[in-house]
């Protein structure tokens, strides 16, 4: 922050005479899994922001003075700011990048729900969002950006198996007492992933190889809690909302992969293990 960009290059069509050059970055903010970079007026423009999503794949570089990324990596390369100290701050594999007013940032996040990282986070908004549609199955609820920002489909599986629920469970059979308490859980959760050295994703307490997920990428391997199978079943395709799941089903009571969303009585799933 406080670097003053002396080149930029911004490598998406709808972006390509875009110009930072001579504005200051002021800082950097998140918005669940969106990234708002902010920058100074120049002249008689306005301060604007550039916001980015970095999904599954995306990430930033910074390199020394003098220094640039390997040329097998420049086809990636969506965002080059070179600063007056002579780093420059490469983005690769971008999305849904944007470049907008400050003031109009709302355009871009304003959808999103309360996010248990940010400093205005609202818990008890959180809560009212997820119960809005009570019948709405746990993971696909909490995988829901507009409901609760940041949480990925980890965290969501995670967190199903904290609260001790099929990822299949209306949401709004926790109650609002057992909602409000899954709320909490999701955000010390964060925090401590944020900011203890070593605990980033690791929600066993243990940060060890093969044992930091209680369920998540743990298919076909015994639970650490009870020792039952792992299950998993496969994403929708399209739909976020139904993405990878995996489940102990002694440990999460409740019902199975059959019952989310977009499927209906008849469709065949297929889990490791188990077949309905």
């Not at 701050?89 to 355009?107: F, P, Y």
């Not at 959808?111 to 997820?130: C, I, M, N, Q, S």
């Not at 369920?215 to 391997?221: S, T």
Request: positive net charge; charged residues 20%; hydrophobic residues 35%.
């Amino acid at each position: 922050m406080g670097q003053t960009v002396v080149r930029s290059s911004l490598r998406v069509p709808r972006l390509a005479t875009r110009d930072l050059t001579g504005r200051t970055l002021l800082e950097h903010a998140t918005h669940g899994k969106h990234l708002l970079s902010r920058f100074s007026g120049v002249g008689t423009s306005p301060p604007v922001t550039l916001h980015s999503h970095l999904l599954m794949d995306g990430e930033w570089t910074v390199t020394s003075p003098g220094k640039r990324l390997p040329a097998r990596l420049q086809h990636e390369v969506r965002v080059v700011l070179k600063t007056a100290s002579g780093r420059t701050a490469w983005g690769q594999r971008l999305h849904q990048l944007e470049l907008v007013a400050t003031r109009d940032e709302h355009t871009l996040v304003g959808h999103l729900g309360p996010d248990p990282l940010r400093a205005d986070w609202d818990a008890e908004d959180a809560v009212r969002r997820l119960l809005t549609r009570p019948e709405r199955p746990l993971v696909s609820a909490l995988l829901d950006q507009t409901l609760v920002a940041g949480l990925g489909n980890l965290w969501a599986n995670e967190l199903a198996f904290l609260v001790g629920r099929s990822p299949w469970t209306p949401v709004g059979d926790l109650g609002e007492a057992g909602v409000r308490r899954l709320v909490d859980r999701a955000a010390v959760a964060l925090h401590h992933s944020a900011t203890a050295p070593g605990a980033y994703q690791v929600t066993t307490g243990r940060a060890v190889r093969g044992e930091s997920h209680w369920v998540a990428g743990r298919q076909r391997r015994p639970c650490l809690r009870c020792g039952t199978t792992v299950l998993v079943v496969g994403e929708v395709q399209n739909d976020p909302a139904n993405r990878r799941t995996w489940w102990c089903p002694r440990c999460q009571p409740g019902p199975g992969p059959e019952a989310r969303e977009g499927l209906r009585d008849g469709g065949t799933i297929r889990a490791a293990g188990v077949s309905r």
